[in-house]
């Protein structure tokens, strides 16, 4: 598909567990980022990849938290021991790049993390 | 980056054109205005974009006023898919702008 692919759609874990999201941006995309979106809530930035750069972590809330984006292309999300408040959709998107005229950012549809 | 202000929520008939304001009084003047929208369980999809002129493609419109202190997103013919939560942000290109918070947006209910 031509679109931003996450995966697992969904994912119950018990708490304390360690669980890893993954994301398939765009083919091209040289930008990707990670979000999430608590019930109810607007979208919180977490981390931001821009090709080789090192990656903008300014959003990750803990150090529980950690991303990681191989080859410029597919992305990791750990996170480590989780805990209740972690339980959110995390939503990935991509773009071309930042900074460009057109920002157009394209999303995935997200994973619904449940910890129990 | 500068703030937006939007309705909690609004109603449409099916078929009817659905007009969307938002405020962003402080917006300053190389900042754009974007609209995105979130249909339940989906991620958000880009809408449209404008900077000082009103702009079109095939999905909707935006109306920016002369001052650009406020916008108005237009479905011209709402249809049952168009319920989202739309959300108005106003970023510059560049820079750190992918920090964006969207906010929570309003809620709109397109009715048969």
Redesign the interface.
Known sequence: GAG?SQSPSNKVTEKGKDVELRCDPISGHT?L?WYRQSL??????LI?FQGNSAP?K??LPSDRFSAERTGGSVSTLTIQRTQQEDSAVY?C?SSLS????N????????TQLSVL | DAKTTQPPSMDCAEGRAANLPCNHSTISGNEYVYWYRQIHSQGPQYIIHGLKNNETNEMASLIITEDRKSSTLILPHATLRDTAVYYCIVMRHGGSNYKLTFGKGTLLTVNP
Do not use: C
């Open positions: 931003v930008a980022y109810g809530q607007g979208l919180e930035f931001y903008d300014s959003g939503l998107a930042s900074g460009e005229v920002e157009k950012l394209f999303f995935g549809s997200g």
